[in-house]
Every structure is written in structure tokens, then in C-alpha cells.
């Protein structure tokens, strides 16, 4: 584990930092005293609410994302 002495701002090099709260994945974010810059030291990937594949968009082939949750059906 890292104490903040040894974390160091990414936007401005400063070591003066604030723990600042967590984000919704759990990781732990910091603030620069000095630029009031945000930022965390590891980053997670969105989760997938699912366990059942996504469907594919047909011109890009990506994952299509989940825009809205009822009780009996998911609309993407």
C-alpha cells in the first residue's frame, strides 16, 4: 500500500494531496492541493450489469450499451 508521501500530482508534480472520496467502482481518488486536480491511481472498466453477451452494433461491430432496465425486458 502507498502513503501519500510518495504519490506525486500527474498535472502539476506537487506531492500536497487530498484523499478524495472513492468512485463507483471502489478506486480511490486523490486532489491536489496546489491545482485542485482529480485523479485516481487505477482505473476499472464499466461493469457489465448481464451476464448474457450484448448485442453488436451492425456498422461498427461494438457492444451496444444498456439504455434503460424494466422488470421484463432490457432495452439497449
Do not use: A, E, W
Not at 26 to 31: E, I, P, S
Not at 48 to 54: A, H, M, T, V
Request: proline share 5%; hydrophobic share 25%.
Amino acid at each position: 500500500m502507498m502513503n501519500n508521501s510518495t504519490l506525486s500530482c500527474p498535472k502539476c508534480g506537487s506531492t500536497s494531496l487530498y484523499k478524495n472520496c472513492h468512485d463507483k467502482y471502489g478506486n480511490q481518488q486523490f486532489l491536489c492541493k496546489l491545482c485542485h486536480h482529480s485523479f485516481k491511481l487505477s482505473h476499472s472498466h464499466k461493469r457489465k450489469k448481464f451476464p448474457f453477451p450484448y448485442p453488436k452494433c451492425t456498422s461498427c461491430g461494438k457492444s451496444i450499451q444498456i439504455y434503460k432496465v424494466h422488470r421484463s425486458f432490457v432495452v439497449f
